[in-house]
């Protein structure tokens, strides 16, 4: 049984960027976790990872002739847009500083992982640090969600299970 508290994004405090980086990563794992037991399930690899076959899952579900799996299918894409900024808060350093109007910015910093890692440094306003984690939490609500009723249908999980 998963426990999950509600997280607003109107609950976030300007002040503390520590506190928004973890609940914004919360909500990816809640995501990672949801994803990576559906593709257990579903008899999926996962031997490097929760997320091994994550093409393979997208392939089935937007084969399948099943609203719910396209809707999940389209809120795991967005879900997947956003990861660069997962492995950036994961791994930067944070620094707050003020802007010329007096705003606070939040700049994460990330050392590269090789000679050809861009990975840029950002500047997140509060309006982007809300708007993240408001993405964020509905993206691992909703694929959450759409799992488990994956999950409790057996019939369109062996429709899933047999897609090639």
């Not at 050392?111 to 993405?135: I, K, N």
Request: proline share 4%; with cysteine; aromatic share 4%.
């Amino acid at each position: 049984m998963t426990v999950q508290t509600a997280i607003s994004s109107e609950t976030i405090s300007d002040d503390d960027p520590y506190a928004w980086i973890g609940r914004v990563l919360t909500n990816f794992a809640i995501a990672e976790q949801a994803i990576g037991n559906l593709c257990f399930v579903l008899d999926l690899p996962i031997s490097n990872g929760s997320l091994t076959s994550i093409a393979e899952l997208r392939n089935r579900l937007r084969q399948s002739a099943d609203r719910k799996c396209h809707a999940l299918e389209k809120r795991i894409d967005r879900w997947n847009a956003n990861r660069p900024f997962r492995h950036l808060l994961a791994h930067a350093t944070v620094s707050c500083l003020t802007d010329a109007s007096g705003g606070e910015v939040v700049v994460t910093r990330h050392l590269p992982r090789d000679a050809s890692d861009v990975t840029p440094d950002r500047m997140w306003t509060g309006d982007e640090r809300r708007e993240l984690l408001r993405q964020a939490a509905n993206d691992g609500r909703s694929i959450h969600d759409h799992v488990a009723g994956l999950l409790a249908d057996p019939t369109r999980l062996a429709k899933l299970r047999h897609l090639p």
